[in-house]
């Protein structure tokens, strides 16, 4: 009787799924998913430091978005009151050029909030718009030889702003609030900060053993409209 040979069994290779290793795909999508999501809350601050730095300068709030929208990763809404296409042809006073500082300051404070959160974040093409629109209006406001002193004084004031303690609180609070939300009206921007502000007085008297402090209630009021 002839021998009936034995089937050759072969070894079945471990795939990615049997092994539990992860595939070279899989670790690539893993990777744009997390550049995605760090990209995602570096916006967020980016945007949150622009908010803080209107309520702050009493510019009332109309929207808040981390969602991309053309060329933009996110925005800020906000009534400034300030007419941009009469600046050209009108002689400002002090106190409207203070006003166009101020809005300066909140365009400068977006960059600001993301460099402290993560430096590495920030890319040269980051708020092109917003620098090309800051230095139109510092060309109606001021003379060639004084651009640069001015640039740099009101970058160190949104820099400034940023690092004070109640705002930078208000500003983590936002960036989570918008990452949650993606869009915020104005109201619900304001609320946060408004809550933020509460819980920053309430720990700081708590660090301080009760001692009495000034209520930030009493703190000049921040008007809107």
């Given at each position: 009787m002839r021998?009936?040979?034995k089937p050759v069994l072969?070894?079945?290779q471990p795939t990615s799924a049997d092994s539990g290793l992860i595939s070279p795909k899989q670790t690539n999508d893993m990777r744009v998913s997390s550049k995605a999501k760090?990209?995602?809350v570096a916006t967020a601050y980016h945007e949150a430091g622009h908010a803080v730095a209107d309520w702050r300068h009493r510019f009332k709030l109309k929207r808040a978005t981390i969602v991309p929208k053309g060329?933009?990763?996110g925005s800020v809404s906000s009534v400034t009151r300030l007419q941009f296409r009469?600046?050209?042809?009108s002689d400002p006073s002090g106190a409207t050029i203070g006003r166009y500082h101020e809005r300066i300051i909140s365009m400068l404070a977006g960059r600001a909030a993301q460099r402290r959160f993560k430096p590495r974040s920030i890319r040269s093409y980051h708020a092109?718009?917003?620098f090309q629109f800051m230095f139109e209006i510092l060309t109606f406001l001021h003379a060639p030889n004084e651009m640069n002193y001015v640039y740099k004084y009101l970058e160190t004031r949104?820099?400034?702003l940023v690092n004070l303690p109640q705002n930078w609180r208000m500003i983590q609070d936002l960036a989570k609030a918008l990452i949650e939300h993606r869009a915020m009206t104005g109201d619900q921007v304001e609320a946060t900060l408004r809550a933020s502000m509460d819980a920053h007085f309430r720990e700081s008297q708590e660090k301080q053993g009760g001692r009495k402090r000034v209520n930030p209630r009493r703190l000049p009021r921040i008007a809107f409209g």
């Amino acid at each position: 009787m002839r021998k009936m040979s034995k089937p050759v069994l072969k070894a079945k290779q471990p795939t990615s799924a049997d092994s539990g290793l992860i595939s070279p795909k899989q670790t690539n999508d893993m990777r744009v998913s997390s550049k995605a999501k760090s990209a995602l809350v570096a916006t967020a601050y980016h945007e949150a430091g622009h908010a803080v730095a209107d309520w702050r300068h009493r510019f009332k709030l109309k929207r808040a978005t981390i969602v991309p929208k053309g060329n933009t990763s996110g925005s800020v809404s906000s009534v400034t009151r300030l007419q941009f296409r009469t600046l050209e042809y009108s002689d400002p006073s002090g106190a409207t050029i203070g006003r166009y500082h101020e809005r300066i300051i909140s365009m400068l404070a977006g960059r600001a909030a993301q460099r402290r959160f993560k430096p590495r974040s920030i890319r040269s093409y980051h708020a092109s718009s917003d620098f090309q629109f800051m230095f139109e209006i510092l060309t109606f406001l001021h003379a060639p030889n004084e651009m640069n002193y001015v640039y740099k004084y009101l970058e160190t004031r949104a820099r400034n702003l940023v690092n004070l303690p109640q705002n930078w609180r208000m500003i983590q609070d936002l960036a989570k609030a918008l990452i949650e939300h993606r869009a915020m009206t104005g109201d619900q921007v304001e609320a946060t900060l408004r809550a933020s502000m509460d819980a920053h007085f309430r720990e700081s008297q708590e660090k301080q053993g009760g001692r009495k402090r000034v209520n930030p209630r009493r703190l000049p009021r921040i008007a809107f409209g």
